[in-house]
């Protein structure tokens, strides 16, 4: 076996990344996507795209300021399945904090769903610590174009950015 360095970039998604986003949650998850590049395009949001030199999306993120006053929000995180466990995670989470120190925060938030174990791991080893719970939902379009309302439980976690 071989290894491959591949380099990547980190920019601002844009609303002409979408259709190569599919690959990211279903069409009514597009839809939400679009909606947070409008508030981008306000200042309220950072979406970001971490690219191979295709310019392709492989994996995609957003930041969001107006969920609390002094902290960026990281949501919507999301490695391409073929390529998760390759670093570019963390590539698009620290590239996600350094945002936020733009903006003069010191301070990264998210919630985890508890039954992914594994993007809690990768948030522990990357400093963020868990300090509640709370119920989330959001709609999700199933195969036969029917929207179902899909609930959860969330770990909340955070992370002092030095």
């Given at each position: ?13 844009i ?5 190569a986003c599919?690959?990211?949650?279903s069409?009514?998850h ?5 909606k947070?590049?409008d508030?981008?395009?306000r200042g309220e ?9 295709s310019?392709?999306?492989?994996a995609?993120g957003?930041?969001?300021?107006a ?5 960026g929000?990281?949501w ?5 399945p073929?390529l ?9 989470i620290q590239?996600?904090?350094?945002r936020?120190?733009a903006?003069g925060?010191d ?8 039954s992914?174990p594994r993007a809690?791991a ?6 963020y610590?868990?300090?509640g719970?709370?119920?989330d ?7 036969d174009?029917t929207?179902?309302r899909?609930?959860?439980v969330c770990?909340?976690m955070?992370k002092?950015?030095e």
């Amino acid at each position: 076996m071989a290894d491959i360095t591949v380099s990547l970039t980190v920019r601002d998604l844009i609303h002409e990344d979408l259709p190569a986003c599919a690959w990211s949650g279903s069409a009514a998850h597009l839809v939400s996507m679009a909606k947070a590049l409008d508030r981008a395009a306000r200042g309220e949001v950072d979406y970001l795209a971490v690219c191979p030199p295709s310019g392709l999306p492989v994996a995609v993120g957003g930041v969001d300021y107006a969920e609390k006053p002094d902290a960026g929000t990281l949501w919507q995180l999301a490695v391409h399945p073929a390529l998760q466990s390759c670093g570019i995670g963390t590539i698009l989470i620290q590239a996600a904090e350094q945002r936020i120190r733009a903006r003069g925060m010191d301070r990264a938030e998210l919630g985890v769903e508890e039954s992914n174990p594994r993007a809690r791991a990768l948030y522990e080893r990357l400093g963020y610590v868990a300090y509640g719970s709370a119920p989330d939902s959001w709609d999700v379009e199933g195969p036969d174009g029917t929207t179902t309302r899909y609930e959860t439980v969330c770990t909340l976690m955070r992370k002092h950015l030095e």
